[in-house]
C-alpha cells in the first residue's frame, strides 16, 4: 500500500498530520460527512403510568428507493485492483459477527471430498477460514424485534440481519430484506394469532386489508394467507410449519398472484385478461379434487406463488414468506479482479480438457489445439450439449401450475420458418 511521504523541512503541527496518518484501506469510503449530528428527541414526560398500544404509534416504514446502480471502483495502483468492482454497501457492519450464532467451518467436505476422500465435486478447495452464521429460518418467535445491525455473510449471497427480542432480549439472525437498515422494528405473524393490541389499535376489526396495513410490511414475517395480492416476498417455505426453502439468495423473490378462493370469486365475477388465465390453470388442476379436513376445498389450502424463473407453483396456505427482496442485489454485478480473490473464495480453477493429456479427459492428448474430432463429452464422457434423455419416465410435480419457461418449448411454440429458394434457383420447377 502506498503511503504520503512526508518532507522533513515542511514540519506541520501535529494535528494537521493526523489525517494523513491515519492507516486507510482500499475497500473504505471515500466520503466524509462533517454536518454536525442531529439533537436528541426527549420524549416528553407524562405522570400517566398506562402502558401505550406501540401499535398506535407505529409507522410504516419509508420504502428506501434504491439508489442508482454504481459500482466501487478504484485506482489501479496494482494490476488486481484494476478491475476490481464492488457494490456500495457502507451500512454494513466492520466488526465481527455475534460468537454465539456461529460455529467454525471444519471438515474434510471443504476440499469437495465424501467421508472416503475422494472427490464429488471439483474445483473446490482451500480459501480463508470461515464461521457459519446460523440463521432463523423458522421465525416462529413472535413479538417485536429490533434490528440491531446488518452484517456480511461469508457463506451466502445475501446479506443478514442481526435482530433482538425486545421482551427476552435474545438474538438471532435473519436474512435481512432490501433497504433494510439498523434500529428498524420486525415482527413475526407465522402461528396467524395476532396481538391483543394490534387487535386494539385495529379497533377489533379483523378486516384482512386493514390487518395487512399493519402487519405486511418490510421484513415481517406471515403466512401467506395473510399476505395481499401482488405482494413481492421472499423466504418462502414449502410445508406447514417448515422452514424457508424458496428465495433465499441475494436479490430474488416471488410474488403471490392468488389467495385462497380468489378462483371462484374471479370465475363469478367473469374478469378477464391474463389474470383469469392465470388461475383458469389453478382451478384446471383442482377441478374434481374432494374436500379436505375442516370442509375446505384443496383450493383453498393453497396459495398460487409465481417464482424468479417464471414457474407458478402452489404452497400451502400457512407456509411462511417475509415481505420484501432479498438484499444485496447487485451481487452478480460485481467483478473480482483478479484469480486470487477466487482462491480466498475457496474456487479452485478450471482447466479446459483440450489442454490436458490423453489419459486425464476425453478431450486431451494429441498435437496442437485438437480434440480429435470427437462430441464435446464432460470429463466422464457424457454429451456436455445434451441430446439425450435422462428419464424414462417424466416426474411430473402436481405443486407445479405452470412450467418456468424453458428454450425447448420455446422452440415448439415458435412457426417454422419457410425456406427461401436460393436466387440460382427461382423461378425454376
Known amino acids: 500500500m ?58 410504516r416504514p419509508e420504502d428506501t428507493p434504491d439508489p442508482p446502480f454504481a459500482l466501487r471502483s478504484y485506482k489501479p495502483r496494482t494490476p488486481g485492483v484494476r478491475h476490481l468492482r464492488r457494490p456500495i454497501n457502507d451500512h454494513l457492519h466492520r466488526g465481527r459477527a455475534y460468537l454465539p450464532l456461529t460455529f467454525a467451518r471444519k471438515g474434510q467436505h471443504l476440499g469437495g471430498r465424501n467421508n472416503s476422500g475422494q472427490i464429488r465435486v471439483r474445483h473446490r478447495g482451500g480459501g480463508h477460514k470461515r464461521r457459519i452464521r446460523m440463521i432463523d429460518f423458522h421465525r416462529n418467535a413472535p413479538g417485536r424485534h429490533t434490528v440491531e445491525r446488518i452484517e456480511y455473510d461469508p457463506g451466502r449471497t445475501a446479506h443478514i440481519a442481526l435482530l433482538t427480542n425486545n421482551e427476552t432480549k435474545e438474538k438471532s439472525y435473519i436474512v435481512a430484506a432490501q433497504g433494510m437498515r ?46 395481499p395480492t401482488g405482494t413481492l416476498v421472499y423466504n418462502v417455505g414449502l410445508r406447514r410449519g417448515g422452514k424457508a426453502q424458496l428465495c433465499r439468495s441475494a436479490g430474488t423473490f416471488a410474488m403471490v398472484i392468488g389467495r385462497p378462493g380468489d378462483v371462484e370469486r374471479k370465475k363469478l365475477n367473469g374478469a378477464g385478461g391474463e389474470e383469469e388465465e392465470e388461475e383458469g390453470v389453478v382451478e384446471a ?145
Not at 187 to 212: C, I, K, N, T
Request: net charge positive.
Open 182 to 227: 439498523a434500529g428498524e422494528t420486525v415482527e413475526s405473524f407465522r402461528s396467524g394469532v395476532l396481538p391483543e393490541q394490534l387487535l386494539q389499535s385495529l379497533g377489533g376489526s379483523r378486516d384482512a386489508g386493514m390487518v395487512a396495513a399493519k402487519t405486511a410490511w418490510r421484513g415481517n414475517c406471515l403466512p401467506l394467507h395473510m399476505i
Open 2 to 59: 502506498l503511503q504520503p511521504r512526508f518532507h522533513l523541512r515542511h514540519i506541520l503541527p501535529l494535528r494537521t498530520l493526523l489525517p494523513y496518518t491515519t492507516h486507510r484501506t482500499y475497500a473504505e469510503a471515500q466520503a466524509h460527512d462533517h454536518t454536525p449530528p442531529p439533537p436528541l428527541h426527549v420524549p416528553p414526560s407524562s405522570s400517566s403510568t398506562e402502558p401505550t398500544n406501540p401499535y398506535d404509534s407505529t409507522t
Open 285 to 429: 388442476e383442482n377441478e374434481g379434487e374432494e374436500k379436505a379436513k375442516g370442509g375446505k376445498k384443496k383450493d383453498e389450502l393453497y396459495v398460487a406463488v409465481r417464482l424468479k424463473s417464471g414457474e407458478v407453483r402452489r404452497i400451502h396456505r400457512d407456509a411462511c414468506a417475509t415481505i420484501g427482496i432479498a438484499s444485496n442485489s447487485n451481487y452478480n454485478r460485481r467483478q473480482l479482479g483478479k484469480a486470487g480473490r477466487s482462491r480466498w473464495l475457496g474456487i479452485r480453477p478450471t482447466v479446459r480438457g483440450v489442454a490436458m493429456n490423453a489419459s486425464d479427459h476425453p478431450h486431451g492428448g494429441g498435437r496442437g489445439k485438437s480434440k480429435g474430432n470427437v462430441q464435446p463429452v464432460s470429463i466422464w464422457g457424457k454429451l456436455t450439449k445434451g441430446g439425450f434423455k435422462t428419464r424414462k419416465k417424466r416426474n411430473i410435480n402436481r405443486f407445479v401450475l405452470q412450467e418456468r419457461p424453458r428454450r425447448i418449448n420455446e422452440a415448439k411454440s415458435q412457426p417454422k420458418k419457410k425456406e427461401r429458394a436460393k436466387p440460382h434457383l427461382r423461378g425454376r420447377k
